[in-house]
C-alpha cells in the first residue's frame, strides 16, 4: 500500500506553511466503487477562510493532483479543504466551546 501520508505531506509538496498546516490522505472506494483517495488539506487557524479566492485553491489542487499523477496511480482524488477548528473537531468530535462548557460546569 502506498504511503499517501508521506507523499502528500506540507513538505513533499512544497507547499507554503503559512497556509497549510497538514494533508492527510487514505484511499477508499467512491460512489461508484472505483478506488479513490480522499485528500483534506487543514489550512493554517491564522488562514481568513472566506479571504481565499478560487485561483487559491485550484492551485493547491492542481499541486496534490500532479503529484497524485506522478506516482502513476489510476486512483480519483477526491479534495477537500478544512479550516484547523473543523478539522479538530472533525477528528475529535468535539466542539471546543461545547468542551469549556461542560468543564466550566
Known amino acids: 500500500m502506498v504511503d499517501w501520508e508521506a507523499i502528500l505531506s506540507v513538505d513533499a509538496l ?17 460512489w461508484t466503487d472505483d478506488p479513490a483517495l480522499d485528500v483534506t488539506v ?9 479571504g481565499l479566492t478560487g485561483a487559491d485553491l485550484a492551485r493547491l489542487s492542481r499541486t496534490i493532483y500532479d503529484r497524485i499523477y506522478d506516482e502513476a496511480t489510476a486512483l480519483v482524488p477526491y479534495v477537500d479543504f478544512m479550516s484547523r477548528e473543523d478539522w479538530d473537531k472533525d477528528v475529535n468530535g468535539v466542539d471546543e466551546e461545547e468542551d469549556m462548557v461542560r468543564e466550566a460546569d
Open 14 to 30: 512544497g507547499l507554503d506553511r503559512t497556509l497549510v498546516d497538514e494533508v492527510h490522505a487514505r484511499e477508499f472506494r467512491d
Open 42 to 50: 487543514v489550512l493554517q487557524p491564522t488562514v481568513d477562510v472566506d
